[in-house]
């Protein structure tokens, strides 16, 4: 599904060149569950913006279901976002101006999906995680762990077949940590790729495969289960 | 993502902060009120000038003694002496110029008439039964000035319905004797209530045959002659034929003006054309400063929602998408700010004339189109840098915005 060859991202500090991603080659099949780990600046979080085609690497290769990224325009990019890859954030970047309802349809507004349908998708996708009685609530008016389900629904909502989260649980409780952790191993039961960006070895531990990160480079690759 | 979806996305966006809308919007409005206010009576003073030439009567020539180099507009009676036009030129220009219909010899002088102990200073016009007809003015009781009168140097007079007013009230003025300038005159008519004409008032005159004028005012010239033709296409010729007429009769000098109702017309048109257009670009740039207004908040906007965008675009809206929907909250303030400014404007310049009587107004349909699309313009114009800017985002810093 995902074939990185020779990735890195370089960025120009003063006279400097500094690469948070320094000759990275992964590749990730279907229906995997992949955490990555690794000390803070060590290139996670460049990985999963280049893996979810909001970055450009500066060489290297990225073939995402065969098709090579670098080759993309800015609205194919855009059309992989919303159709092939949802995003769940640590701070769950939900739009506050909006219920949960309006939330979870945002993507479909950019796949061009009328209105009405709009609405009998997100529903069901909101059920799914939970939240059938807080559709109607803004952001500000719900915990955590339900934006973070408001969040994981939204990028859902397409049914796309990679999942990427970036510290889900970071700005949770344990249990709502727990409960977040539970949908997405349950999705990925259905066949979703989920890959977690995580610090804590309990989520790592569930996961299929856990890859290192250091100074840019996969230190390590293992699979667990 | 298609039109009405970005619109909706646009006016949510606009009615999560209303007073910063609505203030936003306010510079637009003013502006768009105030090109269709000065417009309207820039427009409304042009419609008034022309309908009271008009008034004068048409397809009029206007033959004044003294020669001007310049053709059409007003122009200062007689300057300098020269040979004087005579009550036989319009005599001659009656007999023998086919293509008029009228040529009326007019006395102009102004003098005092009285009646028992009431007086009054008043305009006199000395002229030929004609001049009715010449310049739409028509008798009201009694009868006007005749050939005979004219003929004999009749001392009669006919006034004006304001003359009358002031002399005798209520009371019948036909058959009673008036002294003009120690002379005794009988009133034979009232002419009908006219009003003000372009700042004249025309029932403040008198009327006496023209030979009875000259001999008032002691002259055996003229202030004028008013020809007239009887289709607009006519006159051309008809000053063509005057001057040859004339200049045989005035030692084959060209000593006197031919102005046309028409060259007055358009000078008169042009002018205040051009100061509508004049009034309508100052408004402009009002307009054009809310303009700047809607880009200073749509840039604000922007800044606000650098983290929306991140989102936005994290979720799969495209750079075109980001674009439409800051341009259309652009031209929506600008839009409904025009349409808003449009209503007030129309208003209040159609309540004006109601309590300014003098100041008329006229609400072209061309002046809320020009202002409306301006407006949008503005709003697209001033729109797009900060649209632009929303736009070229790059996601991942945006996201990262606090």
Redesign the interface.
Known sequence: MIELKDISKTYRMGNLDICALCGVTLSVKQGELIAIMGPSGSGKSTLMNVLGCLDRPTNGTYAFESREISAMTDDELAHVRNAKIGFVFQSFNLLPRFTALKNVEMPLIYSGVPSRLRTERAVPVLEQVGLQDRMHHRPTELSGGQQQRVAIARALVNHPPLLLADEPTGNLDSRSGAEILNILVDLNNRGVTIMIVTHDHDIASRCKRIINLKDGMIVGDQVTA | ??FL?TFK?AL??IL?NKMRSGLTMLGVIIGVLAVILLVSIGEGARLYITKELTGLGTNLLIITPGKTTTSGGFHPPSAGTVRKLTYDDSLALRRRAWLLTDAVPIVLGTGRIKFRNLGRDTMVIGTTPEFQRVRNLFIGTGSYVTQNDVDTKAKVVVLGTKVKGELFGDQNALGQVVMLSDARYRVIGVMQKKGTSLGWDVDDVIFIPVTSGQDLFGTDSLFEILASTPRAEDVERAIAQIKEILIKRHAHKEDFSIQTQGAMLSTMDTILGVLTAVLGGIAGISLLVGGIGIMNIMLVSVRERT??I????????????IMAQFMIEAVTLSGVGGIIGIVFGVGIALLIPMFVTVLPTSVSLWSIMMAFTFSMAVGVFFGVYPARKASLQD??SA?RYE
């Not at chain 2, 991140?310 to 998408?321: E, F, H, L, P, Q």
């Open positions: 993502m298609n979806e996305v949510e966006a999560s983290r929306e991140g989102i936005r675009k994290a979720i799969g809206a495209r750079n075109s998408d996601p991942i996201l």
